[in-house]
């Protein structure tokens, strides 16, 4: 896999999807930073249907702390891991009262410290609510990476700092999303979608699907 031919799998991605972005539902960084815990081992679907009711009620750090964690965890109970996603989120919604007024953090050290958030999370958190280049390696974009031959690594912080160095600078802040959904949608785990993939005759995949 060349420079060129990596510039033209994401020239074709932005073709097909010019303004991608998270299909999880959120109005601030914080409804953004409990989306994205929540969303651990879960669909956005199921994400969004338990946050829609939650936020409704609370969706600042001071009401989450006012709920407690027996309150929160009703609204969430739906979603795989709720009671330690409940205390992580409880305990995180402390910290940021306590050391950043109330504010999601817009720095890594940061956001890494906060209950129940990894590099990956913080990853989404900089580079969807604040615009920041980073691109946060999940299932997905670890499987596209590899089999595409975009940017193959063994694990996932060998994949995100390829393809941080390997990606055009003019496409680093929407490579994430771009590739989340081409992942998701596509390029599916079982059965990837060849014949309707935009990249298909760029993929190093030796195994492409004919229907």
Known sequence: MNPARRRRIYERLAAANPAPTTELRYRSPFELLVSVVLSAQATDISVNKATAEL???ANTPEAILELGETGL?????????FNNKAKNIVAACRILLDRHAGEVPRDRESLEALPGV??????????TAFGEPTIAVDTHIFRVSNRTGLAPGKNVVEVEKKLLKFTPDEFKKDAHHWLILHGRYVCKARKPDCPACPIADLCDYRSKTSA
């Open 73 to 81: 965890k009703p609204y969430i109970q739906t979603i795989g891991l």
């Open 55 to 57: 936020f409704r009620v």
């Open 118 to 127: 990894g590099r990956k999370t913080a990853n989404v958190i900089l580079n």
